[in-house]
């Protein structure tokens, strides 16, 4: 595996959870608003698994889980040997995922080698080909994968305007209902894939939590990080 980023203790990216993230080279989508953009074009620095799996030796009594982001970790068929080893570990392991790869997420899954999955939701799924170059048939089963999964999961959505208006937040909401939990994200304007993207795409603070309240009839569980 590629690995492109390795943040060694991390308090935010696993709920609850003291954890390392480790963050893997190369993406299927091009979201014009993500804000890592080394990491999709593959051109982040690279740690070997060996470096990963040395660190999480020495430090079992600190850390309680890992996170495995991106990138797109399920384009990696190494996947599940590496996770195999960290679970050896005895920590407990989150996947974060654009969901590209349902057979990758089935797997993993069977294997019960994930304890938590996000997984992100860009927009409807009539606009993922004209919004992330990507057709949603197979997040749509990854959807499905997921709310059979009994796994701890949540659904997210990054807030840019140009990607999922109010209407698609909507059509979202019918999608995945009865899922876990429902994330709306702020936008990270910092390094962005298209460099055109700046703080005025996102959604305010004020303009999520209006959308929040529209969702809450579907998904009582819908959050505004």
């Known amino acids: 595996m590629r690995f492109g980023g390795f943040s060694r203790m991390d308090l935010v990216n696993y709920p609850s959870l003291v954890a390392a993230t480790v963050f893997v080279n190369g993406c299927n989508f091009r979201c014009p608003y993500?804000?890592?953009?080394?990491?999709?074009?593959?051109?982040?620095?690279?740690?070997?698994?060996?470096?990963?799996?040395?660190?999480?030796?020495?430090?079992?009594?600190?850390?309680?889980?890992?996170?495995?982001?991106?990138?797109?970790?399920?384009?990696?068929?190494?996947?599940?040997?590496?996770?195999?080893?960290v679970k050896a570990m005895?920590?407990?392991?989150?996947?974060?995922?654009?969901?590209?790869?349902?057979?990758?997420?089935?797997?993993?899954?069977a294997r019960h080698l994930v304890d938590y999955v996000a997984m992100d939701i860009k927009t409807s799924k009539e606009q993922y080909r004209n919004k992330v170059g990507r057709d949603?048939?197979?997040?749509?089963?990854?959807?499905?994968?997921?709310?059979?999964?009994?796994?701890?999961?949540?659904?997210?959505?990054?807030?840019?305007?140009?990607?999922?208006?109010?209407?698609?937040?909507?059509?979202?909401g019918q999608w995945i209902e009865g899922s876990d939990t429902y994330y709306l994200q702020p936008f990270n304007p910092t390094v962005t894939l298209d460099e055109s993207f700046h703080e005025a795409h996102g959604y305010t603070r004020t303009e999520m939590e209006e959308i929040r309240k529209k969702l809450l009839p579907v998904l009582p569980n819908t959050l505004v990080r």
């Open 34 to 85: 993500c804000h890592n953009a080394p990491l999709v074009r593959g051109q982040a620095d690279d740690f070997s698994d060996e470096e990963v799996l040395s660190y999480l030796s020495l430090r079992q009594k600190m850390l309680e889980g890992v996170v495995v982001t991106g990138g797109e970790p399920t384009l990696y068929e190494e996947l599940p040997a590496f996770i195999k080893k």
């Open 136 to 172: 949603s048939l197979f997040v749509e089963e990854s959807v499905q994968v997921l709310k059979k999964s009994g796994i701890l999961h949540e659904f997210r959505t990054t807030a840019v305007k140009e990607v999922v208006t109010v209407n698609d937040f909507l059509a979202i």
């Open 90 to 109: 005895g920590f407990a392991v989150k996947l974060d995922t654009n969901g590209g790869n349902p057979e990758m997420l089935k797997a993993l899954i």
